[in-house]
């Protein structure tokens, strides 16, 4: 028997359908461990040693792949063709050594770019060793992402309570937002204006834009008011022209390569509204099958790569269904090679690709997301083996009689359509595509202006970065891999250091914060051509040119020491060079020209930036006496607005005020006052500056009945909860994407998201998943299970819970180890001793008449004691636990 393992259940089902009975494909669900979330799982006074965890949820799944691979002639690690692929099969081997499962079986690594029948026997063929070289890439990576947040993290946290690191590459991610920000802020508008007319020479009017005044050529400024436009214009319309020059130039535009995955991303953002990460979830699925007619078929190639080249037979197939379609005019003479231009370009792979042109996505039904997407693909790489666009440029210049003004018409004429005919690339900005078809005219000929016209303008800032842009220029500048950055751009939303407005990034306050901190005292950590560097660096590693502990002694020798140096720096001084760094944002310049940094509250204090408990703010020098204090960026006139309660109208159902006021734990909204109020925090994504009435009543009036479930009449009920939004039915929970679903979700999807909550075997807040059934206690016969908690592992026999040790894999726990664990737990207090329930029959000794009330209360004492005994661990658990907060890249 042959035994394969991929990452993924889509992909198993596909594969094993492919290889047939002598083989057995399963899946590890991804990375099957990782480094604890704890200080101390990389040692860098240990060269670099790292400590893994074997995730709570793949512990089940490993254990079934060891019980696969002991019988198996053949383990063929068949993961992902790229990075983390590589380090995903190493992993898995890691495991099953450890276990003893591997003994004689031959163990063999195999890749393929796509997942069809011919792609996949073929790579059964070219077996191969794992790629260490990878292996080490991707483990320097981590320990680098891991180091620099269990350093960095717990600086800022002492420095500025409330921020934390981005992560090493998010943090320059988020940098470029925040200097394109400064850009704009920075910004000075400045006016111009243009003059065109309509003229004609004898055939149909064209339009022609002044180029020439006053006998000098212009430049963009020079008509910089009305006046000077008004004049330009009455120029226009006081001479005589003719035409001086027609020029005709033929040119040529060429197709663009097949999509890598970050050219992927651009277009489907541009083209389709898609973020990263919901074009990689599509990506990802069109990679690993789709059902066509019954059979589960990988429709396109792999969807990370750097790589713009693609198969010879994809090119011939292209060739071929391009003549079919459209004509043998729009094949080529030759087939069209692309090469990689990317900074910093990772494992050579193909482009991303339909895995048969034959598939048109006209003749596949496949679900809105994927089809659009798919349609994408096979667009694009038709196009880009089709025959260039033929065009040709015209232009027209005029000159007045005295040679003192000038005009120039300009246009374009697509003589051949070639590859347009299926595909253009978008642009983020404005296209700036010259004009349409000019009318024939002759040099010499008179011309006369029928109309003319002045038109004001003025420049404008850069534009914030789309998801688009910003991954282009992230990756001009190198700065991470294709495969992370829908990732990046996720974890930078998620901690709310950017917003999204109009599907542009807009840095929020607290992200401005960590950038500012981070360029005043670790600049060289978030520099560009830094960050490049260390990819370059990762890149060599790779290719077996750098030994990957040395790349991480020579960083984090430095690193290190910055740390240090900055460790030692006092909060206030920290303080102030972040007042200097943030100044015109947090302390804009005032209208009458008083000092933006005076407190209006008692006129003799100076505004800093101030430090909480739940983050940073503007507070006076003079506290406690004034204890004037604001949001970062905000004006004195909206704190005063703010400061204090706000009330947003009344309940018209019970005539109460509904206020919205600022809580320790943030806002929230009160229904009327008294001793106990109604309550409810807004939820995330809820600022103050939008809240009103409705929105006031919406959130009081929580939770809402959606509906009674059809299978048993009970109801379900929507509300926002401690964990975020839900729908709850019969002790089941299931999450809903954002708040503002809760007061719209209907019954036919509240039921769906139920149904599969409970088909995830996680129905309700009830037991946690069972990892293994260990068999019954030897003391009372009672059962003891292997659990997922949400913080890890754990042993549970009755009341008592223990922790499965750090490293200790639950799957391969005996019933004796776990026996030793829950009385080494009871000894400490925890949970119930089965000792105590031997005392019982002792005190039913005594005769029933004599059994007394102090008898009785003496009997319950012992109970009464063994409550504070069994919560206090639980709560050194939590907050021990509370550190396994997410902190880095990937």
Same mark, same amino acid.
């Given at each position: 028997?042959?035994?394969?393992?991929?990452?993924?259940?889509?992909?198993?089902?596909?594969?094993?359908?492919?290889?047939?009975?002598?083989?057995?494909?399963?899946?590890?669900?991804?990375?099957?461990?990782?480094?604890?979330?704890?200080?101390?799982?990389?040692?860098?006074?240990?060269?670099?040693?790292?400590?893994?965890?074997?995730?709570?949820?793949?512990?089940?799944?490993?254990?079934?792949?060891?019980?696969?691979?002991?019988?198996?002639?053949?383990?063929?690690?068949?993961?992902?063709?790229?990075?983390?692929?590589?380090?995903?099969?190493?992993?898995?081997?890691?495991?099953?050594?450890?276990?003893?499962?591997?003994?004689?079986?031959?163990?063999?690594?195999?890749?393929?770019?796509?997942?069809?029948?011919?792609?996949?026997?073929?790579?059964?063929?070219?077996?191969?060793?794992?790629?260490?070289?990878?292996?080490?890439?991707?483990?320097?990576?981590?320990?680098?992402?891991?180091?620099?947040?269990?350093?960095?993290?717990?600086?800022?946290?002492?420095?500025?309570?409330?921020?934390?690191?981005?992560?090493?590459?998010?943090?320059?991610?988020?940098?470029?937002?925040?200097?394109?920000?400064?850009?704009?802020?920075?910004?000075?508008?400045?006016?111009?204006?243009?003059?065109?007319?309509?003229?004609?020479?004898?055939?149909?009017?064209?339009?022609?834009?002044?180029?020439?005044?006053?006998?000098?050529?212009?430049?963009?400024?020079?008509?910089?008011?009305?006046?000077?436009?008004?004049?330009?214009?009455?120029?226009?319309?006081?001479?005589?022209?003719?035409?001086?020059?027609?020029?005709?130039?033929?040119?040529?535009?060429?197709?663009?390569?097949?999509?890598?995955?970050?050219?992927?991303?651009?277009?489907?953002?541009?083209?389709? =509204?898609?973020?990263?990460?919901?074009?990689?979830?599509?990506?990802?699925?069109?990679?690993?099958?789709?059902?066509?007619?019954?059979?589960?078929?990988?429709?396109?190639?792999?969807?990370?790569?750097?790589?713009?080249?693609?198969?010879?037979?994809?090119?011939?197939?292209?060739?071929?269904?391009?003549?079919?379609?459209?004509?043998?005019?729009?094949?080529?003479?030759?087939?069209?090679?692309?090469?990689?231009?990317?900074?910093?370009?990772?494992?050579?792979?193909?482009?991303?690709?339909?895995?048969?042109?034959?598939?048109?996505?006209?003749?596949?039904?496949?679900?809105?997301?994927?089809?659009?997407?798919?349609?994408?693909?096979?667009?694009?790489?038709?196009?880009?083996?089709?025959?260039?666009?033929?065009?040709?440029?015209?232009?027209?210049?005029?000159?007045?009689?005295?040679?003192?003004?000038?005009?120039?018409?300009?246009?374009?004429?697509?003589?051949?359509?070639?590859?347009?005919?299926?595909?253009?690339?978008?642009?983020?900005?404005?296209?700036?595509?010259?004009?349409?078809?000019?009318?024939?005219?002759?040099?010499?000929?008179?011309?006369?202006?029928?109309?003319?016209?002045?038109?004001?303008?003025?420049?404008?800032?850069?534009?914030?970065?789309?998801?688009?842009?910003?991954?282009?220029?992230?990756?001009?500048?190198?700065?991470?891999?294709?495969?992370?950055?829908?990732?990046?751009?996720?974890?930078?939303?998620?901690?709310?250091?950017?917003?999204?407005?109009?599907?542009?990034?807009?840095?929020?306050?607290?992200?401005?914060?960590?950038?500012?901190?981070?360029?005043?005292?670790?600049?060289?950590?978030?520099?560009?051509?830094?960050?490049?560097?260390?990819?370059?660096?990762?890149?060599?590693?790779?290719?077996?040119?750098?030994?990957?502990?040395?790349?991480?002694?020579?960083?984090?020798?430095?690193?290190?020491?910055?740390?240090?140096?900055?460790?030692?720096?006092?909060?206030?001084?920290?303080?102030?060079?972040?007042?200097?760094?943030? =100044?015109?944002?947090?302390?804009?310049?005032?209208?009458?020209?008083?000092?933006?940094?005076?407190?209006?509250?008692?006129?003799?204090?100076?505004?800093?930036?101030?430090?909480?408990?739940?983050?940073?703010?503007?507070?006076?020098?003079?506290?406690?006496?004034?204890?004037y204090t604001r949001p970062l960026a905000q004006s004195d006139d909206d704190a005063e607005a703010q400061n204090g309660d706000r009330?947003?109208?009344?309940?018209?159902?019970?005539?109460?005020?509904?206020?919205?006021?600022?809580?320790?734990?943030?806002?929230?909204?009160?229904?009327?006052?008294?001793?106990?109020?109604?309550?409810?925090?807004?939820?995330?994504?809820?600022?103050?500056?939008?809240?009103?009435?409705?929105?006031?009543?919406?959130?009081?009036?929580?939770?809402?009945?959606?509906?009674?479930?059809?299978?048993?009449?009970?109801?379900?009920?929507?509300?926002?909860?401690?964990?975020?939004?839900?729908?709850?039915?019969?002790?089941?929970?299931?999450?809903?994407?954002?708040?503002?679903?809760?007061?719209?979700?209907?019954?036919?999807?509240?039921?769906?998201?139920?149904?599969?909550?409970?088909?995830?075997?996680?129905?309700?807040?009830?037991?946690?998943?069972?990892?293994?059934?260990?068999?019954?206690?030897?003391?009372?016969?009672?059962?003891?299970?292997?659990?997922? =908690?949400?913080?890890?592992?754990?042993?549970?026999?009755?009341?008592?819970?223990?922790?499965?040790?750090?490293?200790?894999?639950?799957?391969?726990?005996?019933?004796?180890?776990?026996?030793?664990?829950?009385?080494?737990?009871?000894?400490?207090?925890? =949970?119930?001793?089965?000792?105590?329930?031997?005392?019982?029959?002792?005190?039913?000794?005594?005769?029933?008449?004599?059994?007394?009330?102090?008898?009785?209360?003496?009997?319950?004492?012992?109970?009464?004691?063994?409550?504070?005994?069994?919560?206090?661990?639980?709560?050194?658990?939590?907050?021990?636990?509370?550190?396994?907060?997410?902190?880095?890249?990937?």
């Open positions: 028997m042959n035994l394969v393992v991929v990452e993924s259940p889509a992909k198993a089902k596909t594969i094993n359908k492919y290889l047939g009975s002598g083989y057995t494909v399963l899946a590890s669900y991804g990375h099957v461990r990782d480094l604890p979330a704890k200080d101390g799982s990389v040692k860098p006074d240990e060269d670099f040693a790292m400590l893994w965890d074997v995730d709570a949820k793949a512990a089940k799944r490993l254990s079934d792949i060891a019980e696969a691979a002991k019988g198996a002639e053949r383990i063929i690690l068949a993961t992902d063709p790229d990075r983390e692929g590589e380090a995903i099969s190493w992993h898995v081997l890691e495991v099953l050594q450890k276990k003893r499962a591997v003994k004689g079986a031959e163990v063999q690594r195999v890749v393929f770019n796509a997942i069809t029948k011919s792609a996949v026997t073929e790579a059964m063929k070219h077996p191969r060793d794992i790629d260490m070289e990878l292996v080490e890439a991707y483990l320097a990576r981590r320990a680098l992402d891991y180091l620099v947040g269990f350093t960095l993290s717990p600086v800022l946290w002492r420095k500025l309570p409330g921020s934390r690191s981005a992560g090493r590459v998010q943090s320059v991610a988020l940098r470029l937002i925040v200097d394109r920000e400064l850009e704009i802020e920075r910004f000075k508008t400045q006016e111009y204006w243009s003059v065109e007319a309509d003229v004609s020479s004898g055939g149909d009017p064209f339009i022609a834009r002044m180029v020439k005044h006053e006998g000098k050529r212009l430049t963009k400024f020079d008509l910089g008011n009305e006046p000077a436009a008004m004049a330009a214009k009455a120029a226009v319309e006081g001479a005589t022209f003719k035409i001086s020059a027609v020029e005709k130039k033929p040119g040529k535009r060429s197709p663009a390569p097949p999509f890598t995955t970050s050219t992927l991303q651009q277009e489907a953002a541009r083209k389709l =509204g898609f973020s990263a990460q919901r074009t990689m979830q599509a990506a990802q699925k069109l990679y690993e099958g789709v059902d066509i007619g019954g059979e589960t078929v990988g429709l396109i190639t792999y969807m990370r790569t750097d790589g713009v080249q693609a198969a010879p037979e994809a090119i011939d197939e292209a060739r071929q269904v391009i003549g079919g379609l459209y004509g043998k005019t729009y094949v080529p003479d030759a087939p069209r090679i692309y090469k990689t231009k990317a900074k910093n370009a990772q494992e050579a792979h193909e482009a991303i690709r339909p895995t048969s042109l034959a598939r048109n996505p006209g003749s596949l039904r496949l679900e809105s997301d994927l089809g659009r997407l798919y349609e994408l693909i096979w667009k694009r790489m038709i196009a880009s083996q089709m025959e260039s666009a033929r065009i040709e440029r015209t232009s027209i210049d005029l000159d007045s009689a005295d040679g003192k003004t000038g005009l120039r018409a300009t246009g374009q004429v697509v003589l051949f359509d070639g590859y347009l005919a299926v595909y253009e690339e978008g642009r983020d900005d404005a296209d700036d595509e010259e004009g349409g078809r000019l009318p024939q005219v002759k040099e010499g000929a008179d011309a006369r202006v029928i109309g003319s016209r002045a038109e004001q303008h003025f420049t404008e800032p850069p534009p914030r970065y789309s998801e688009a842009s910003l991954v282009k220029k992230m990756e001009e500048l190198g700065i991470g891999r294709p495969s992370t950055y829908a990732s990046i751009l996720t974890v930078l939303r998620d901690r709310a250091y950017v917003r999204m407005d109009k599907n542009r990034f807009v840095p929020e306050d607290k992200g401005r914060l960590v950038t500012a901190f981070l360029e005043q005292f670790f600049r060289r950590y978030v520099e560009y051509d830094f960050t490049a560097a260390l990819e370059e660096k990762l890149d060599l590693v790779s290719a077996g040119e750098l030994d990957w502990k040395a790349l991480l002694r020579e960083f984090w020798d430095q690193f290190h020491a910055s740390v240090g140096e900055i460790a030692e720096l006092r909060v206030t001084n920290v303080l102030e060079a972040l007042n200097e760094a943030l =100044g015109p944002h947090i302390f804009p310049d005032k209208e009458d020209g008083s000092d933006p940094r005076g407190c209006p509250t008692c006129g003799a204090g100076r505004l800093s930036l101030k430090t909480g408990k739940f983050g940073a703010f503007i507070g006076c020098s003079n506290y406690p006496e004034c204890r009330e947003l109208g009344v309940d018209p159902e019970t005539g109460e005020t509904v206020f919205l006021k600022a809580g320790r734990f943030g806002p929230y909204v009160q229904l009327g006052e008294g001793d106990k109020p109604k309550r409810s925090s807004l939820p995330k994504g809820w600022t103050p500056a939008i809240m009103d009435l409705e929105k006031g009543l919406r959130l009081l009036r929580l939770p809402r009945e959606v509906g009674k479930h059809p299978e048993d009449g009970q109801p379900i009920t929507a509300g926002i909860g401690r964990f975020g939004p839900f729908v709850l039915h019969a002790g089941t929970y299931a999450n809903l994407p954002n708040a503002d679903e809760v007061f719209e979700v209907g019954l036919n999807r509240a039921v769906t998201l139920l149904a599969e909550k409970r088909a995830g075997g996680r129905g309700g807040r009830g037991e946690a998943a069972a990892l293994k059934d260990l068999g019954a206690h030897p003391t009372d016969g009672a059962p003891v299970k292997v659990l997922s =908690g949400r913080y890890g592992p754990y042993i549970k026999h009755g009341s008592t819970n223990a922790n499965v040790p750090r490293g200790t894999d639950p799957a391969a726990l005996t019933l004796e180890e776990a026996v030793k664990l829950l009385a080494e737990r009871e000894a400490k207090g925890g =949970g119930k001793k089965p000792a105590k329930k031997a005392a019982k029959p002792k005190a039913e000794k005594a005769p029933a008449a004599k059994k007394t009330t102090a008898k009785k209360a003496a009997e319950k004492k012992p109970a009464a004691k063994k409550a504070p005994a069994k919560k206090a661990p639980a709560k050194a658990k939590a907050a021990a636990d509370d550190s396994s907060a997410p902190w880095d890249d990937e």
